[in-house]
């Protein structure tokens, strides 16, 4: 009986079917068979038997899309075709847009699934892969690609998607030769052989690539100078030129870079220019400075002008500054490049030289392979992964596919994409093969549908295939003899358990009576064992039927010691029966009465609580649990790249970094050689936090008090003070090298200076990368003031070449006045002394110098207590014209004197 919805959207009871299998494939594909009779319990349903129908078998719903009738006898039996509806719903599914760049597996997914009802569960990791142009087709399509490009195979449950690197499991079933097999179909196919593969990866950006070739200029026009300093041709005259030509792609220019530099603009068969500077603040420095790459490989002319100076070199700016300069080596100087070929034109290349390349030689080629075609992948960018690609690409073994008949199945039901065994016995050679596609063929009885044969195909052992092939060969004929009885089977072919219960059943000596309601065996060797068999059950006693240690009764089985080969779908539960335990094939569940269950299986243990919920889980892809300890010193937490510590909901993942929420991580303390940031978290700074009036310390291992070095290219701070908790200096050291200098830029450009401000300077020099040096008091008037180091009015003397007022240009003064006060008078009262400071040191020598109370203000500083010495020089200078008048005046009366 089927269930079968016609295209109004009514459902029947089919009856009347036969001939009814199911398909299924580990690529995904199943389907159903059947055929229909017309009777007249199907007569209300016959006719909802059409394509596009949906019949429902064992849990699927499959669509019908191919119906053949055929005539038998005076009636019309329909044989249809059904493919499983996942397919049909995801080729009318369709994905409008498209995604070039990388994408995790689960982002791929989410674009396929997005148009349909189907959602996706990810069993395993996998790597992110690129697409171009992914999209703008059906989801089927889309799916097709997914699961090619990520090498991963899926199962169908209901509306979720369950994807795996592989599907099915090591069940261990066995299909055994005339056990359960009625015949076996094997194939070998080597029309796709190959032994030799070549691959190449991702194209390189670059087309073209240093030659080796190296030429001269072949002329130069403008005024050029042997500079000393260097030894080599240069040039400060702007419009100075040199000329060449070459072939091929591009060029480097072979100069010198020092800190007068300057730029030379290039011009490449007068279409294309490129300027470039030789300026870097350095003495010098021999390099091969980049041109031009990426032209047709062809000839070109070029011509080469020096545009004198650069504007961002401080050293040659200003009106005094002096010239920059440009190098014009001899020699060869040009550095060519040429178009890249062949294999180097991909960032990796490489090949595969399969190991059965001798088992399977090609005569006709030169190098005895096969050749496979080459593998292409723009992804691939190192030579292990391309390796790996090369090798799932060929075909270098013959196939194998065996197709085997089988009524009944020893071990676990199996699933497309199973591994079991093929068991030539007794033997014990076992084919480990895996489940590639199941034919199943069923009939309804007992209001159920029954398996009633399974034609089995299997494929990609795992044992070399010309292993195979040469055990077949040798153990084919001996496995017929034995089981044809020309040959004695050995008896280590059964289990020891098996052995000893036959030796005592079949060397027992026994005498049976029969009696009303039951047979009583007695061993004549030792009555004290028998068997007794009545309507009840089976017992085995040692203590002459005392007790039966071992018994069968409808109560169930007791027994001491059992040994068994196989005990299928055992349950235990304990005596109270608050809890239970099932054994079924390789699982084992636990549960109690109050509803929480565990299950375990080779895939993993798994906590439940009653509703059905996960309480916890171990299994390849996640471990839950509240906490995590150790009575031991340590704990490890192992793995071969990095511990995450992500946010439960974003788990299992696929693996890649940015496929995760983070969570912080709360510790006493951490260990480790060093810090990075999170690339899958926004923002592209370390942040340490300490709370509001804490400090980030960087202190010796196992202290906090020990301090240590920090070492970084750059510090970005508001400010820096002294540590007052190391040692006893009072100081701060900024540490340059010998030949180095401190320096205050801005903070976006190295070479843009900025202020100082302290209360003190220590030093032996004040220079500048300008032409003159300010001191600029802050008083008004204010002063420059020299003293002793640690002093304020211990002062020092000035030696310098000149010194000069602020001006003397009459254009630059205003309340112009003449002085016109004689200074004589002044002169003739005022003293010159020799004296000592207050402030100088015992023994000190006396300095000659006069006293300001008896010269006029006008000569007095802005603070009146010392000589302005501009003013007490003008003073000077009156004088001497007042001295001047007085001898002009006295010469006038001498003259006139000597005319009388």
Avoid at 238 to 262: A, C, D, E, H, M
Wanted: aromatic share 10%; hydrophobic share 35%; with cysteine.
């Amino acid at each position: 009986m089927l269930p079968i919805k016609n295209i109004s959207g009514e459902t029947y009871l089919l009856t009347g079917i036969t001939n009814v299998r199911r398909i299924r494939k580990v690529n995904g594909e199943r389907s159903i068979q059947f055929d229909v009779t017309p009777t007249d319990s199907n007569s209300h349903s016959f006719d909802s038997v059409d394509v596009e129908s949906i019949a429902t078998f064992e849990g699927d719903t499959y669509i019908i899309k191919n119906i053949k009738e055929v005539s038998v006898g005076s009636k019309a039996v329909k044989q249809v075709d059904a493919i499983h509806t996942f397919f049909d719903n995801m080729i009318n599914a369709f994905q409008y847009n498209q995604y070039t760049g990388s994408q995790t597996f689960a982002t791929a997914l989410n674009r396929v699934f997005a148009p349909t009802v189907y959602t996706f569960v990810i069993v395993g990791t996998f790597t992110a892969e690129e697409f171009e142009n992914f999209g703008a087709d059906n989801s089927l399509s889309l799916f097709q690609t997914v699961l090619d490009r990520y090498s991963a195979e899926f199962r169908v449950v209901g509306n979720t998607i369950y994807l795996y690197r592989q599907i099915g499991a090591k069940t261990g079933f066995q299909m055994r030769w005339k056990h359960n097999v009625k015949s076996i179909d094997k194939q070998l196919n080597s029309q796709n052989l190959t032994t030799y593969v070549k691959g190449f990866g991702k194209p390189k950006v670059e087309t073209d690539v240093l030659s080796g070739t190296v030429i001269p200029y072949s002329s130069r026009s403008g005024t050029y100078y042997l500079e000393t300093g260097l030894n080599h041709p240069a040039t400060d005259t702007v419009g100075s030129s040199f000329r060449f030509s070459f072939t091929g792609t591009g060029f480097n220019f072979k100069t010198i870079l020092n800190f007068l530099g300057g730029k030379w603009e290039f011009s490449i068969d007068k279409k294309e220019t490129v300027t470039i500077t030789t300026y870097k603040d350095i003495t010098s420095e021999h390099v091969a400075l980049p041109i031009i790459r990426g032209l047709e490989h062809k000839s070109h002319s070029v011509v080469a002008t020096f545009k004198g100076k650069d504007s961002k070199n401080p050293y040659t700016k200003g009106s005094g500054a002096p010239k920059a300069i440009g190098y014009l080596k001899n020699g060869n100087i040009i550095e060519l490049y040429r178009e890249l070929v062949g294999d180097e034109l991909y960032e990796v290349v490489t090949d595969y030289t399969s190991p059965n390349a001798s088992k399977f030689p090609n005569p006709m080629s030169p190098d005895g392979f096969r050749h496979a075609e080459p593998v292409y992948d723009e992804r691939i960018t190192d030579k292990d992964t391309l390796i790996d690609k090369l090798k799932k690409s060929i075909q270098d073994e013959p196939l194998l596919s065996i197709s085997v008949d089988s009524t009944e199945i020893s071990g676990e039901v199996k699933n497309e994409g199973d591994w079991g065994y093929i068991i030539y016995e007794p033997m014990k050679i076992k084919l480990e093969a895996r489940v590639v596609e199941l034919s199943e063929s069923y009939h309804f009885y007992n209001n159920k549908w029954n398996l009633l044969s399974c034609n089995v195909t299997l494929s990609n052992f795992r044992d070399k295939i010309s292993d195979i092939t040469t055990r077949f060969t040798q153990t084919q004929k001996r496995v017929d003899r034995m089981f044809n009885g020309q040959e004695k089977l050995p008896s280590k072919a059964l289990d020891d358990a098996i052995l000893t219960a036959t030796n005592i059943l079949i060397n027992d000596n026994a005498n049976f009576t029969y009696a009303p309601g039951y047979v009583l065996g007695v061993n004549t060797d030792n009555s004290s064992l028998l068997t007794k068999l009545t309507s009840q059950g089976l017992g085995i006693s040692k203590d002459g039927g005392q007790t039966f240690d071992t018994a069968i009764t409808g109560e169930g089985i007791v027994a001491e010691v059992i040994t068994a080969g196989t005990l299928r779908g055992m349950h235990f539960t304990s005596e109270n029966l608050d809890s239970l335990m099932w054994l079924e094939g390789g699982n084992i569940r636990l549960e109690s009465i109050q509803g929480r269950y565990m299950e375990m299986s080779p895939t993993g243990l798994y906590g439940f609580n009653a509703g059905g919920s996960i309480r916890f889980q171990a299994d390849s892809a996640l471990v839950t649990s509240a906490a995590l300890g150790t009575s031991n010193a340590n704990v490890y937490l192992g793995s071969i790249n990095e511990t995450r510590s992500v946010h439960y909901a974003s788990l299992p993942g696929d693996g890649l970094v940015d496929s995760y929420t983070y969570t912080p991580v709360r510790a006493s303390g951490f260990y480790g050689n060093f810090w990075n940031i999170n690339s899958a978290l926004s923002g592209s700074s370390l942040y340490a936090r300490p709370l509001t009036n804490g400090e980030l310390r960087i202190t010796l291992n196992g202290t906090t008090d020990q301090y240590r070095d920090l070492r970084a290219r750059e510090i970005n701070t508001n400010m820096i003070s002294p540590n007052g908790l190391y040692g006893a200096s009072r100081h701060m050291f900024v540490r340059a090298y010998s030949d180095g200098e401190v320096r205050m830029s801005s903070a976006s450009n190295v070479e843009d200076y900025v202020n100082v401000r302290a209360k003190g300077y220590y030093g032996t020099f004040i220079d500048t990368t300008a032409t003159h040096i300010y001191a600029r008091p802050g008083g008004d008037p204010g002063e420059l003031r020299v003293t002793v180091r640690g002093t304020t009015n211990v002062y020092q003397p000035v030696r310098a070449k000149d010194f000069i007022t602020d001006t003397s240009v009459r254009d630059n003064k205003t309340n112009i006045e003449t002085y016109e006060e004689n200074t004589l008078d002044v002169f003739r009262k005022a003293h010159a002394y020799m004296y000592n400071r207050t402030t100088d040191k015992e023994g000190a020598r006396k300095q000659l110098g006069m006293m300001i109370d008896e010269m006029p203000e006008e000569t007095h500083s802005g603070a009146g207590d010392s000589f302005a010495l501009y003013a007490f020089a003008s003073y000077l200078a009156k004088g001497l014209k007042d001295t001047i008048h007085e001898l002009d005046q006295l010469k006038e009366r001498v003259e006139s004197l000597e005319a009388v």
